[in-house]
């Protein structure tokens, strides 16, 4: 069974750097997509990006020049550096496998997430 | 970016009732158009990819149908563990956006 973990400080003061880490188990990191996706106190939710194992990435043109993703095939793990953080940016972060098939593409499953406040 | 409408934003219903969820993309996204279950504090769970196509391990009370700009979830007879928020979500290009969500009450 495929688990996701998020990790990382629960709190960021403005204008730092969020940094999160995600942990997957039950498969190798090396053969799939990986993606981040947040979403903010009683709001909907809002796809970050994804990171291929290989390094690739694909960002939000709302967040490409602030985020960025990195990966380590060693521990099984990716990660999300988010510079420049303001309030809009507190909300829970979900990591989530992204998969293929039939010319169509899903995230399964998805980290619990973990929440992350900006406030100084 | 392709903006995806949920509608009704939440709903009450009984146990036993048929439900349907209606989501609208605001430019045709072929069925490029998953659904997600999210409950309080867990992660969302994928129901159906494809517009259509059910997830495994998804009990076939769930369906989903559509395509071009307007879909839809139904879950044919509700169960008490079915009560949370769906969201949908298109892949048909990016940025990848998520529909509001529907809160599925029980009534």
């Known amino acids: 069974q495929v688990q996701l973990q998020e990790s990382g400080p629960g709190l960021v003061k403005p204008p730092e750097t969020l940094s999160l880490t995600c942990t997957v188990s039950?498969?190798?990191?090396?053969?799939?997509?990986w993606s981040w996706i947040r979403q903010p106190p009683g709001k909907g939710l809002e796809w970050i990006g994804y990171i291929s194992y290989t390094g690739s990435t694909k960002y939000n043109p709302s967040l490409q020049s602030r985020v960025s993703f990195s990966i380590d095939t060693s521990k099984n793990q990716f990660s999300l550096k988010l510079t420049s953080v303001t309030a809009a940016d507190t909300a829970v972060y979900h990591c989530a496998r992204r998969q293929f098939g039939s010319g169509r593409e899903w995230f399964d499953p998805w980290g619990q997430g973990t929440p992350v406040t900006v406030s100084s | 970016d392709i903006q995806m409408t949920q509608s009704p934003s939440s709903l009450s219903a009984s146990v036993g009732d048929r439900v349907t969820i209606t989501c609208r993309a605001s430019q045709s996204i072929s069925s490029y158009l998953n659904w997600y279950q999210q409950k309080p504090e867990k992660a969302p769970k994928l129901l159906i990819f494809?517009?259509?196509s059910l997830q495994g391990e998804v009990p076939s009370r769930f369906s989903g149908s559509g395509s071009g700009t307007d879909f839809t979830l139904t879950i044919s007879s509700l169960q008490p563990e079915d009560f949370a928020t769906y969201y949908c979500?298109?892949?048909?290009?990016?940025?990848?956006?998520f529909g509001g969500g529907t809160k599925v009450e029980i009534k």
């Open positions: 979500q298109q892949t048909f290009s990016i940025p990848l956006t």
């Open positions: 039950g498969a190798s990191i090396s053969s799939y997509y």
């Open positions: 494809g517009a259509s």
